[in-house]
């Protein structure tokens, strides 16, 4: 999550810095229903447009049962299959109507859905919403539908080596834990799918639940406006009572490897995860492995300098720290030029993460990646839309914008000891998972390693 919200932050246009010293400047409400239901409202300054972000907390994560991975992917589908009062006709009419746009998507350990439109259709938004989650409905034909298409979507990312790799990464990294799996799920669960609307209703029944849920509004908004409109829409919602058992992952006995043989011709790949602890706002450890990335693998790196721009046996070197519910993955990717570089570019890597656990970074680096980071998040909050998928991230962990402000005050008190602390702790062979991608022409003795 890290990598792309700094990919995003890195796209966003430039307002006024604001002037508050917290990493998210803006006053917002948190109130919790009587059901457990959570509202967060961030009234903005942006003029007119809402955005609503509704996120479940299940994901890959809450997967529990043997052969039902996927199914938290397949309701990002199937939520708008309508209700016995709204259609998904009538649902796509009203957002085109109202000029709405609305998505949905799914990680590790969350499910999003946000709608952005205009604030005097704020009531319709919010009553929409209420009505599929609690009334959704969708007889087997249209599930068996809905499991092909997703078994079209897995195969269509199967198209992609980035995408196979970050499937045999996780299988190969993970014994027991539900992160073993992608969000998509595993291929075989996936042709199953078809057969098993009964347990779609269970799965729906488990986790669409109040108390797994979190609406953020951000916009044009009153506070006490939207917290009545909820509580006409949402109040009547029923609690669950289930809790998913997740598998505690053993520890990890000594180094790991895996290969990939692509059957079309392909740049080489080599991925190098190494287990990271849990997203937690409380340490330093979350914000210095997220520093250590950007600081060891970023485009202004020594190794992306020498690799990418120097010696050009890399078009392509990236990180990223997790930042999951769970303990998840420290992961580095590289993509060779060639097939005879690969044992190269993963030599380099590895030296690479040698260096940083045997002496601190340079404080001035670190100052600089850390200023970076919060001038770019500051930056990046110039609509109302942008605010709530960032602050959307977040609720997905802790339920509360303030884990932002208080993962930036980490950030703020990291030191060159900090980040060292943390990659001798988890950068250790142990703790590491090599997995290799080639082509037809390179596969056999030069895998993996």
Known sequence: MALKLFALLLCASLPSLAQSQKAFPYEYTQEDLPNGLRLVTVPTDYANIVATYIVVRAGARNEVEEGHTGFAH??????????????????????????????????????????????EDLETVVAMEADRFQNLKFAEAEFKTESLAVLGEYNKNSASPFSKMEEVVRDTAYDRHTYKHTA?????????????????????????????????????????????????????????????????????????TGHVDWPSPTLPLVSIAFKAPAYDDSTRETAALDALANLAFGSTSELYQQLVVKEQRADAIFASAPENRDAGLFEIMARAKKPADLDYVRERILETVQTFRDKPVDGGKLDTVRRRLRYQVALSMDNSDTIAQIVASYLSLKRTPETMNALYEQYAKLTPEDLQQAARKYLTENHRTIVTLTGPAASGPGGAK
């Open 74 to 119: 397949l309701f990002e589908h199937l939520m708008f299959r309508g209700t016995p009062k709204m259609t998904s006709e009538q649902y796509n009419q009203t957002l085109n109507r109202i000029g709405a746009s609305s998505n949905a998507s799914t990680s590790d350990d969350w499910t999003i859905y946000h709608t952005t439109y205009s604030k």
């Open 184 to 256: 998509m799920g595993f291929l075989r669960d996936i042709q199953a799918m078809p057969q098993q609307y009964e347990y779609s209703l269970k799965f729906f029944d488990r986790y669409y639940r109040p108390e797994y849920t979190t609406i953020l509004v951000v916009g044009d908004v009153e506070a006490k406006r939207v917290r009545a409109l909820v509580d006409k829409y949402w109040g009547a919602w029923k609690r669950g009572s289930y809790s998913p058992d997740i598998p505690v992952e053993p520890a990890q006995a000594g180094p790991r």
